[in-house]
């Protein structure tokens, strides 16, 4: 499977969406014969990446989110033996009663983390493993626009691009690896691997789309010029966008750099 094309035939109005994506699975598939059932996805949200990343390989025993509205959507994704709603920093499920729990960029999204950790290791039997991916603590650094307004001598407006990226996201905290270590360590896990993934060229390249396509794109389609673009074929779009981002999907973080996530895999 070819992850770019997947994703971005999946979400093809949102191509920074896609291009984010499509670099979690290539990042994520090699690590796919670690996943032991009974698995749980925390925060799977409408089931659509977890449908990329798991079909025709894995059963996903149990998917859970607070969101009503995408759980709806995620009961109709044939991987998903049975989907619930349930908050991860209090679950409703059995002690030792999943080999593997998953979480794809969830964690940032939830305030009381250190209760969610808990609640892993809780419900994880002996051995099991927990593998999540969050952003890290370059994510605000690497992001095209923050370094624009800082390199214009601009604090003030990097400061506010900050807040209102994550105003809009909902992330609520980035931690290094260092700080990830140390939680885990504290709430039980052990064998703790946590490796860069998204380097700041890809970063920057994400954050340059995303700003363009959620507020400067949808203002500009009121114009002449960008009506063009709003009636080209999906198809067309596609492969402009892959040729466009293939480069910024199969960029790696060299070594001895920092990346603007992280790939954390631990067990109980």
Same mark, same amino acid.
């Given at each position: 499977?070819?992850?770019?094309?997947?994703?971005?035939?999946?979400?093809?109005?949102?191509?920074?969406?896609?291009?984010?994506?499509?670099?979690?699975?290539?990042?994520?598939?090699?690590?796919?014969?670690?996943?032991?059932?009974?698995?749980?996805?925390?925060?799977?949200?409408?089931?659509?990446?977890?449908?990329?990343?798991?079909?025709?390989?894995?059963?996903?025993?149990?998917?859970?989110?607070?969101?009503?509205?995408?759980?709806?959507?995620?009961?109709?994704?044939?991987?998903?033996?049975?989907?619930?709603?349930?908050?991860?920093?209090?679950?409703?499920?059995?002690?030792?009663?999943?080999?593997?729990?998953?979480?794809?960029?969830?964690?940032?999204?939830?305030?009381?983390?250190?209760?969610?950790?808990?609640?892993?290791?809780?419900?994880?039997?002996?051995?099991?493993?927990?593998? #999540?991916?969050?952003?890290?603590?370059?994510?605000?650094?690497? #992001?095209?626009?923050?370094?624009?307004?800082?390199?214009?001598?601009?604090?003030?407006?990097?400061?506010?691009?900050?807040?209102?990226?994550?105003?809009?996201?909902?992330?609520?905290?980035?931690?290094?690896?260092?700080?990830?270590?140390?939680? #885990?360590?504290?709430?039980?896990?052990?064998?703790?691997?946590?490796?860069?993934?998204?380097?700041?060229?890809?970063?920057?390249?994400?954050?340059?789309?995303?700003?363009?396509?959620?507020?400067?794109?949808?203002?500009?389609?009121?114009?002449?010029?960008?009506?063009?673009?709003?009636?080209?074929?999906?198809?067309?779009?596609?492969?402009?966008?892959?040729?466009?981002?293939?480069?910024?999907?199969?960029?790696?973080?060299?070594?001895?750099?920092?990346?603007?996530?992280?790939?954390?895999?631990?067990?109980?």
């Amino acid at each position: 499977m070819n992850n770019l094309w997947e994703t971005l035939k999946k979400y093809p109005q949102i191509p920074s969406f896609a291009l984010w994506r499509a670099v979690e699975l290539r990042i994520l598939q090699p690590l796919l014969n670690e996943f032991k059932n009974p698995i749980l996805d925390a925060g799977c949200g409408d089931g659509s990446f977890g449908l990329l990343f798991f079909q025709h390989i894995k059963q996903i025993d149990l998917g859970i989110d607070i969101d009503i509205d995408m759980l709806e959507m995620a009961k109709m994704v044939p991987i998903y033996e049975k989907v619930e709603l349930i908050n991860a920093c209090r679950m409703t499920l059995k002690d030792n009663s999943f080999k593997t729990v998953f979480s794809n960029c969830v964690f940032e999204h939830i305030p009381c983390y250190t209760d969610a950790l808990k609640e892993v290791y809780r419900i994880l039997q002996p051995e099991g493993r927990f593998i #999540l991916t969050v952003p890290s603590e370059n994510y605000h650094n690497f #992001l095209y626009h923050y370094k624009l307004y800082m390199q214009m001598n601009r604090e003030d407006k990097a400061r506010e691009y900050i807040k209102h990226t994550d105003d809009r996201h909902q992330h609520y905290y980035y931690m290094p690896p260092e700080k990830w270590t140390e939680l #885990l360590k504290s709430t039980g896990f052990k064998d703790i691997e946590i490796n860069y993934y998204l380097p700041e060229e890809t970063l920057s390249k994400w954050d340059r789309i995303e700003e363009f396509y959620t507020r400067e794109l949808f203002t500009m389609l009121r114009s002449y010029k960008m009506r063009a673009l709003s009636l080209t074929p999906s198809f067309i779009l596609r492969i402009i966008w892959y040729f466009y981002l293939n480069s910024y999907y199969k960029a790696d973080v060299m070594p001895g750099h920092k990346g603007g996530a992280l790939l954390i895999k631990c067990t109980k």
